[in-house]
């Protein structure tokens, strides 16, 4: 479990019926040691006090993903292992524990809906980077383009200048690839809302009310995109297009 988190704001946290006022790094470190010392439920609760202030960084969801993860609450361990990748895609801890645990949940339970798991290929491939990283890519591969274009004027007609004509085009393939997922990416962050079921299962009902008939069951962790609320309830809907309604605080908004 990393322990870095330096922010300068206040906590008020009640310590044997006292009120007193605690910065958040010592809350933090307080959190950390409970977690060493074995005591999980300590630690999710004072890490998710820091949280309610509200402060977020990727440490700070990793964390409550390994202490939840020992609670034996997967969706919870799950949810904040993505909430830590959305903020910060280079945690390969964080993406190695969400790997992990997603496997353990594949091995106790099996699904009798399919195709509840994939998302389209144009989801994960423009998910493997941060837009600020597919707008780098994208703006790198362009100029390296036009300035062989302009090289090219200086070379001579033979191999040399048709082997680098050859290489120019397939970074200007690579630019134009760079630039969809870039715009992919984009529309994604702006338009699609994803949450994370977090009970081990949850009951998808036919409308919102839970009176309502059960349409299917998920388990925990599962990935829903999210269609609207109405109340207390959200409608979500899965990979595979089945849709249906689930109480809002069970599932983790992305």
Not at 135 to 144: D, S
Not at 152 to 180: D, E, H, K, Q, W
Request: glycine share 8%; aromatic share 10%; with cysteine.
């Amino acid at each position: 479990m990393r322990r870095s988190l330096t922010i300068a704001a206040l906590l008020l946290v009640s310590l044997r019926g006292e009120a007193r006022a605690e910065t958040v790094d010592q809350a933090y470190a307080a959190a950390v040691r409970s977690y060493y010392a074995g005591r999980y439920q300590e630690a999710v609760d004072g890490l998710q006090r820091i949280l309610a202030i509200p402060v977020e960084s990727a440490d700070l969801h990793y964390n409550l993903g390994c202490a939840f993860f020992k609670l034996g609450e997967l969706g919870h361990a799950i949810y904040h292992f993505e909430r830590a990748l959305a903020l910060d895609p280079g945690a390969e801890d964080a993406r190695f524990n969400l790997e992990t645990v997603r496997a353990l949940v594949a091995d106790k339970i099996k699904d009798e809906l399919k195709g509840t798991m994939r998302e389209p290929f144009w989801v994960r491939a423009a998910n493997l980077m941060t837009a600020t990283g597919w707008a780098v890519l994208f703006l790198v591969l362009w100029w390296v383009t036009f300035a062989v274009l302009f090289l090219l004027r200086f070379i001579r007609p033979g191999p040399a200048r048709a082997g680098l004509i050859a290489a120019n085009s397939f970074v200007a393939l690579l630019a134009l690839v760079g630039g969809l997922l870039l715009a992919g990416r984009v529309y994604h962050d702006a338009r699609v809302e994803s949450g994370i079921v977090l009970p081990n299962t949850l009951a998808v009902r036919e409308g919102p009310d839970a009176s309502t008939k059960t349409a299917f069951r998920l388990h925990a962790g599962l990935k829903v995109r999210l269609q609207g609320h109405q109340g207390d309830w959200t409608r979500i809907r899965l990979a595979n297009g089945l849709e249906g309604w689930v109480p809002r605080k069970q599932i983790g908004a992305l």
